[in-house]
Nanobody, 125 residues
Framework: QVRLVESGGGLVQAGGSLRLSCAAN????????VGWFRQAPGKEREFVAA???????YYTDSVKGRFTISRDNVKNTVYLQMNSLKPEDTAVYYC???????????????????WGQGTQVTVSS
């Protein structure tokens, strides 16, 4: 059974940083694309960043230059380093895995097969 567990969320002031982690059980992440999505209150879930099996990355425009997605294959974990956080980054952040091996980073939610439970990020002004 595949399980994704996000951690690292919390409350931070604007301009601060957080690092989110997505750890996988029952699945080796190294050969699959992994994405981060977020859902703010009253809004639809949206794409944030993705990383391919070969470490190609893709970001939504609003986080480019501030967020970095990376993976540690030894720890079977994907990270989202978030710097220069803004109040509009407040949301529940989800990681997801596309079980199509050796494919590129994906932005569509429908491409992803496994989802974590989410971790709350709150940025105060």
């Amino acid at each position: 059974q595949v399980r994704l567990v996000e951690s690292g969320g919390g409350l931070v002031q604007a301009g601060g940083s957080l690092r989110l982690s997505c750890a996988a059980n029952g699945l080796t992440l190294s050969t699959y694309p992994v994405g981060w999505f977020r859902q703010a209150p009253g809004k639809e879930r949206e794409f944030v960043a993705a990383i391919s099996w070969s470490n190609s990355t893709y970001y939504t425009d609003s986080v480019k230059g501030r967020f970095t997605i990376s993976r540690d294959n030894v720890k079977n974990t994907v990270y989202l380093q978030m710097n220069s956080l803004k109040p509009e980054d407040t949301a529940v952040y989800y990681c997801a895995v596309d079980r199509t091996p050796l494919s590129g980073p994906r932005a569509r939610q429908s491409d992803y097969d496994y989802w974590g439970q989410g971790t709350q990020v709150t940025v105060s002004s």
